[in-house]
């Protein structure tokens, strides 16, 4: 099928916007490992990701403008705009990511520590009441444990063992004390 030569150049224009935005895309992607330092499958998830955006962004271009046909122009047309972008915008935007990072991530350190370290302290001081109450549980469970031991021990009926003997030790003696 023929394209005629107003469409090839509106389809090469977009071709070079489109490569100007994956340059752009690519940059933000730049920007994330720049903010982020992943490590390796992080890394290879987003190429992929950046990948699978780039590939379905060509894909929609050559069926809505190329009625799905692979044109070289439309490929050349990306590479260039991806280009021109790179020695142009992207400069600047890498350059300036580069010096607000530092500023941003100081930024929201201070905010962090102005609005989390109020609820750290709350839950810090929620921490040492719940501390400070299971020790009064923790005493008074013992007292209460000591206090059952001498209640189970009546002097009318006393269980204990008829041997030291390892192999007697499940015969178990009752003994009746009348008082």
């Known amino acids: 099928?023929?394209?005629?030569?107003?469409?090839?150049?509106?389809?090469?224009?977009?071709?070079?916007?489109?490569?100007?935005?994956?340059?752009?895309?690519?940059?933000?992607f730049k920007i994330i490992r720049m903010c982020y330092k992943p490590g390796i499958i992080l890394a290879l998830v987003q190429d992929m990701l950046?990948?699978?955006?780039?590939?379905?962004?060509t894909f929609i271009l050559l069926m809505v403008r190329a009625d799905?046909?692979?044109?070289?122009?439309?490929?050349?047309?990306q590479i260039?705009?991806?280009?021109?972008?790179?020695?142009?915008?992207?400069?600047?935007?890498?350059?300036?990511?580069?010096?607000?990072i530092p500023k941003i991530k100081w930024l929201l350190?201070?905010?962090r520590k102005r609005i989390l370290?109020?609820?750290?302290?709350?839950?810090?001081?929620?921490?040492?009441?719940?501390?400070?109450?299971?020790?009064?549980?923790r005493e008074k469970g013992i007292k209460f444990l000591k206090k059952s031991k001498k209640s189970l021990k009546l002097p009318t009926r006393m269980m204990y063992n008829e041997s030291d003997d390892k192999e007697n030790k499940s015969k178990l003696k009752i003994e009746v004390v009348d008082m």
């Open 117 to 137: 370290g109020p609820i750290y302290g709350v839950f810090a001081s929620l921490v040492e009441i719940y501390d400070h109450g299971m020790e009064k549980s």
């Open 50 to 57: 950046f990948w699978i955006i780039t590939a379905f962004l």
């Open 68 to 77: 799905g046909e692979l044109r070289i122009f439309v490929f050349v047309a």
């Open 109 to 111: 350190s201070k905010i």
């Open 1 to 28: 099928m023929t394209i005629s030569l107003l469409n090839q150049a509106l389809t090469f224009a977009l071709g070079l916007g489109l490569g100007f935005f994956i340059c752009v895309l690519y940059d933000i």
């Open 80 to 100: 260039i705009g991806f280009i021109l972008a790179r020695k142009s915008i992207s400069v600047v935007i890498i350059k300036a990511a580069e010096f607000l």
